[in-house]
């Protein structure tokens, strides 16, 4: 009986996500023009729901100071107080709000996150790409620096940047961009090998084609496709290296909110079946799901597929 | 809850400057009156703890024991020449018995006959001898060296061995009883390190560092009523949640370090029991003395008066502790000042001693890492959000665990710390207060605080004694450097199958590391 | 073919060059870092003599460089030296750690490489169903939690009802069933780790494939979608999902020291995260050297099997 009022919950709850995706896309089409809109017709209601999360995600970030009822900081009370309509989702081990801070997190960490994924997509599918592409020496060389990169071990490499830099959230941005940016190099130089030996790719050398053009024109599209995949992982897994450093003590500085840190600090709580710690945890699922479902709708567009 | 909350064991000076004689000469280490109230201890066994602090790196040499896996490792195949006692008094453990000169600047032990190490060796004053000369000398490394220095000479007459000392010092027989002192076989004076020997109730079967240590019982053992399993087994688990289901599931008997944050909700499970005793472990927030703004005492009143103790102990001791009233002397220590006023939180007298000092705000960094104690961030965050209301700006910045006690701690003006606490006052002060010890924290320097320290030492009458540390207790209230805002039980949790006796030692967690000596199956 | 046979064989080399970098690397780190071995053992009650004293009788208190170059004199002869901190040998120290962490590496990648790869097909062959959609949003909420946070989890579901054991506790006796057994829970928390990336390449690599002509064609010749896939579309999406296989199961060699934590697994992981927190020089130089030749010798693997399976790099003009 138990199970089945579970899966009738779960059923509900997709149908839910469903019918809103489907709403919002609506809302989109009614309100966009021309190609956009011809696009968005095409989006499928997961990708619908998708974009719906991301937006509410980022409203969320942008006016966390209008929608959270408290500070991220204050201590409004008890320990780990129940839910209750003062505090929607009770207080945690520090007696502060644990609502407000989930929002607040949105805006500490999509934020970090964004931009640290960019920064290593950036960096490392392009000199991927450029390994691939003119070969030879700059290839040995760029990918043995990678080898040697991925092969320090986190720990110590950690230890060594913050040793060397200090601590603060533009430098955390720097060190995991650069430990993301390492996979990031051998997957677009392993989708680029297949694609430069390509007849197109001769005939566009054939043409006088410059590198950087060739990379962004030629290249670049065909291995849009696993790169975007990736990017839609790589985004999830800066949140759990966030809380995976500030372990260390490099990261966000308490008493900043941060969901990594945040499922950390509660997580032994799931030992007792206390649901606490899957607050946090489901804030960085739903938005990986949700990322992840408008990266499989643009998969689709990219790889041409008409169906 | 099934809970049982017991209080700091008195430290008792009877007996301490002539010996352990009275307590029999069998072994029987308690107090005759203290054992007919305790249930009858059964044999057999075998008892499995998970403990936290082993490390890959551990060794087997006395001279680097630090942390808590090797120190009950320790428990089960060494003794000391003396044993801190469930309540508190100091007990004879090699040492039968022992006297002080008039001065206490010369201690006569009498080593225990008829105790034979695990390889079939029997103890002499030889091997006492090389087991303390271990940690003592010019390229000693040990981490008991501070507290040996103090011995000028060792020497042999016949079953005794003699120590002299620099100068007197009445406690100099609690000093025998630190973990580090371990007694191990000697030959040709001098002891091998990296023995697994030992005169201790268990003898080593395996050993894997950071892993697990596996002991059985000595049959041989010159204790009769003590070292009750047949095998006890040790796991080295560092993570607590790891500890609790490891307990829950029923993998172990025994862990140590609850979580804090899960403890209410551990006690209610079913056949397990917390057991946590508050001692001489305490959390401190130490100032740089030296340096502005925390050379002008008013600063360092105000930020006492800025420091929410009972919130603190509520919110990261949960519970369990005692609030502290910066000094390191625990409510249940017998030299404890009672009648000092409590230092309490108090925003407006926080503001006025800002006002003394000159100042409308104050902007300070806090730092803290989880490495110098379990919630030291949390800790540093809440006295951040309370000292905010008398004007002073906490910034707490999170430091790297690696390293802290390298990078920080005795570096940053201001910083969490902590400590085990020392079983007597003048240790503890010795080692944290004295102008120009090595682990000085806040390099406070008070002058007459230095003169009653040296003058205690040697000072043999109680009362006169019990004076002195009454005051040095309140300077350091009222003019030290730093902020003690609670003392930390150590707190525990086993099955209901394991018993303890009805006084579990403070000194320490796992009853002084003892609890494979002293706890039997029910 | 000898083509290939030159690629490695300067792989290789390459390699060992790769491998002679990163030991000067972890040792200028270690030697950046701050603290030593003297002050980290001893903590809190560290004075100077001791600290002293105990350089003194490591040679810490000789020239980083004279240090550096008596320990590559020993490692190329296969003798990486003793512990620091306990003076027991390293190879003893490394060598039951190692073959557990391997061990628990294979197991793992036992049962996540193969339903990795499976449901990645079969999301790319039902693409865009509603089977596609659950099996990618259980996958991604699975790795959308930290690993500790997933074993506890999976301890509350299975251990606590004594279905497994919470401590994975083996040594060199455990038999290799029990082995399995006692490891199921690691095991199966470093598959829930991986798998979502995996599959989630797989499905892209192939759905990225499926517009191109010659699959239109085999498609118009009315081969079977699952035929189409399998045939034609998997071999030409291989490159990125052999490079996502290879980051992954370096990742399950050096990277689960949670795991190891949690379920008190003894492996090179806690290994390497004790002897840097202690500055034990040989021993975070012997486990990084491993961990090193496990990148290497996978990305090789990955780099080697990417090139083998399009015929126009193996016949690259």
Request: net charge neutral; hydrophobic share 50%; glycine share 6%.
């Amino acid at each position: 009986m138990a199970l089945l009022l579970t899966l009738l919950k779960v059923a509900i709850a997709i149908a839910i996500a469903m019918a809103s995706g489907w709403l919002f896309r609506a809302a989109l089409v009614a309100i966009t023009r021309g190609e956009t809109r011809k696009m968005l017709r095409t989006a499928p209601v997961s990708a619908g729901f998708g974009m719906l999360v991301v937006f509410v995600y980022v409203f969320v970030a942008v006016f966390a100071h209008v929608i959270a009822p408290f500070s991220e900081r204050e201590i409004v009370g008890a320990q780990f107080l129940p839910w209750d309509s003062t505090h929607l989702l009770g207080t945690d081990n520090l007696g502060r709000d644990m609502f407000s801070r989930l929002i607040y997190a949105a805006r500490n960490t999509v934020g970090i996150a964004f931009a640290t994924t960019a920064l290593a997509f950036i960096a490392g599918s392009f000199l991927g790409l450029l390994a691939a592409t003119v070969g030879g020496w700059l290839d040995q060389v760029l990918s043995r620096v990678v080898d040697v990169l991925m092969a320090i071990p986190a720990l110590v490499f950690a230890l060594l940047l913050l040793t060397i830099f200090g601590t603060s959230v533009v430098k955390m941005v720097i060190v995991i961009a650069t430990i993301d940016a390492t996979r990031v190099f051998r997957l677009a130089r392993s989708v680029a090998m297949n694609i430069v030996v390509m007849d197109y790719i001769e005939a566009a050398k054939l043409r006088g084609e410059g590198l950087f053009r060739l990379i962004i024109r030629e290249i670049l599209p065909n291995a849009m496709a696993p790169l975007v995949a990736e990017f839609g992982l790589r985004f999830c897994f800066v949140f759990l290296m966030i809380s995976a450093l500030s372990f260390l003590g490099l990261g966000i500085q308490p008493p900043t909110a941060d969901w990594g840190s945040m499922v950390r600090d509660n997580a032994s709580l799931i030992t007792f079946g206390n649901i606490t710690p899957l607050l946090p945890a489901g804030a960085i699922a739903l938005l990986t799901v949700a990322v992840n479902f408008v990266v499989d709708w643009s998969l689709h567009r990219a790889s041409g597929l008409k169906e | 809850m099934t809970e049982t909350m017991k209080n700091g064991g008195v430290l008792s000076r009877r007996g301490l400057l002539k010996g352990a004689t009275a307590l029999g000469a069998a072994g029987l280490i308690l107090p005759a009156s203290m054992r007919k109230a305790m249930a009858e201890p059964k044999k057999g066994g075998t008892l499995r703890i998970a403990i936290t602090g082993g490390s890959t790196t551990d060794s087997l040499d006395p001279a680097t024991w630090s942390e808590l896996f090797v120190q009950v490792f320790a428990a089960c195949r060494v003794n000391y020449l003396t044993e801190i006692a469930a309540d508190g008094s100091l007990v004879g453990e090699l040492a039968e018995s022992w006297e002080a000169s008039a001065d206490a600047a010369t201690w006569r032990f009498k080593i225990r006959s008829g105790v034979t190490f695990h390889s079939g060796k029997s103890l002499t004053p030889d091997d006492v001898v090389a087991s303390i000369n271990h940690h003592r000398g010019e390229d000693s490394k040990s981490a008991a060296k501070p507290i040996v220095e103090q011995i000028k000479d060792i020497a042999i007459d016949g079953d005794t061995v003699v120590f002299t000392l620099v100068a007197g010092n009445a406690d100099f027989p609690f000093i025998m009883s630190d973990y580090h002192l371990a007694i191990l076989p000697s030959a040709d004076g001098k002891i091998d390190p990296a023995t697994e020997d030992g005169t201790g109730g268990y003898i080593v079967d395996s050993w894997e560092a950071g892993v697990n240590a596996k002991v059985k019982r000595n049959p041989n053992y010159w204790k009769a009523d003590r070292a009750h399993f047949d095998a006890v087994e040790l796991y080295s688990i560092l993570d607590s949640t790891a500890r609790q289901n490891a307990l829950l599931t029923g993998q172990v008997d025994v862990i140590d370090k609850v979580d804090i944050n899960t403890v209410g909700l551990l006690s209610q499970a079913p056949g397990i029991k917390i057991l946590a005793t508050t001692g001489t472990q305490h959390f401190v927030f130490p100032m740089d003395y030296r340096a502005a703004p925390f050379s002008d005492n008013n600063v360092r009143l105000a930020l006492k008066y800025a420091i929410d103790r009972e919130e603190m102990v509520q919110k990261i001791l949960g519970g369990y502790g005692a609030v502290g009233n910066d000094h390191p002397i625990g409510p249940g220590d017998q030299f404890f000042a009672a009648d000092l006023e409590q230092h309490a939180y108090d925003a407006d007298k926080a503001k006025f001693y800002l006002k003394e000092a000159g100042m409308d705000s104050l902007n300070i960094q806090l730092s803290a890492a989880d490495a110098a104690f379990a919630g030291a961030v949390d800790a540093a965050v809440l006295y951040s959000e309370k000292a905010a209301a008398a004007g002073i700006n906490i910034e707490v910045v999170r430091e790297p665990n690696d390293a802290y006690w390298d990078n920080v701690w005795m570096k940053k003006p201001f910083c969490a710390s902590y400590w085990g606490g020392r079983p007597t006052p003048d240790w503890m002060f010795t080692t944290a207060y004295a102008a120009g010890a090595p682990w000085n924290e806040s390099y406070w320097d008070n002058p007459r605080f230095n003169e009653l320290l040296l003058a205690a030492r040697s000072e043999l009458d109680f009362a006169k004694r019990k004076d002195m540390y009454h005051e040095m207790q309140m300077i350091c209230q009222k003019e030290g450097s730093t902020v003690t805002p609670m003392f930390a039980s150590y707190v525990m949790a086993h099955t209901d199958k394991v018993a303890t006796p009805d006084q579990v030692a403070t000194n320490w967690g796992l009853d002084g590391f003892r609890c494979v000596e002293r706890w039997w199956f029910a | 073919m000898t083509a290939i046979w030159t690629m490695i064989a300067k792989r290789i080399g390459l390699g060992l060059l790769t491998l002679f970098v990163i030991s000067i690397i972890i040792f200028g780190a270690t030697e950046l870092l701050p603290g030593d071995l003297a002050k980290s053992i001893l903590g809190q009650s560290a004075t100077p003599e001791t600290v002293a004293a105990f350089r003194r009788e490591l040679g810490l208190d000789l020239p980083a460089h004279i240090r550096y170059f008596n320990w590559l004199a020993g490692a190329v002869q296969g003798d990486f030296g003793t512990s620091l901190a306990n003076k027991r040998a390293i190879s003893d120290l490394i060598a039951t750690r190692l073959s557990n962490t391997l061990f628990l590496a294979l197991y793992a990648a036992a049962i996540a490489i193969p339903l990795s790869l499976t449901l990645g097909i079969l999301a790319a062959l039902y693409r865009n169903s509603v089977f596609d959609r659950a099996a990618n949003a259980l996958a991604l909420t699975s790795i959308s939690f930290p690993e500790f946070f997933v074993a506890y989890i999976l301890i509350f579901f299975l251990a606590r009802t004594g279905l497994f054991p919470s401590m994975a506790q083996v040594d060199a006796q455990t038999a290799f069933g029990d082995m399995l057994y006692k490891t199921f829970l690691p095991a199966l928390t470093l598959t829930l780790v991986v798998t979502a990336h995996m599959m989630r390449m797989t499905r892209a690599a192939i759905i990225n494939l499926l517009a191109s002509p010659y699959i239109e064609m085999a498609r118009l010749k009315g081969m079977s979608p699952g035929r189409v896939i399998l045939k034609h579309a998997l071999p030409n999406a291989l490159a990125p999902i052999i490079t996502v296989v290879a980051l992954n199961l370096a990742y399950l060699i050096t990277g689960v020291v949670v795991v190891e934590v949690v379920f008190v697994y003894p492996g090179l992981g806690q290994l390497m995260v004790d002897s840097v927190s202690k500055r034990d020089f040989p021993v975070v130089q012997a486990v990084a050297l491993i961990f090193a030749a496990a990148y290497v010798l996978l990305n090789l693997t990955a780099d080697v099997l990417s090139t083998l399976s399009n015929p126009r790099l193996v016949h690259r003009k």
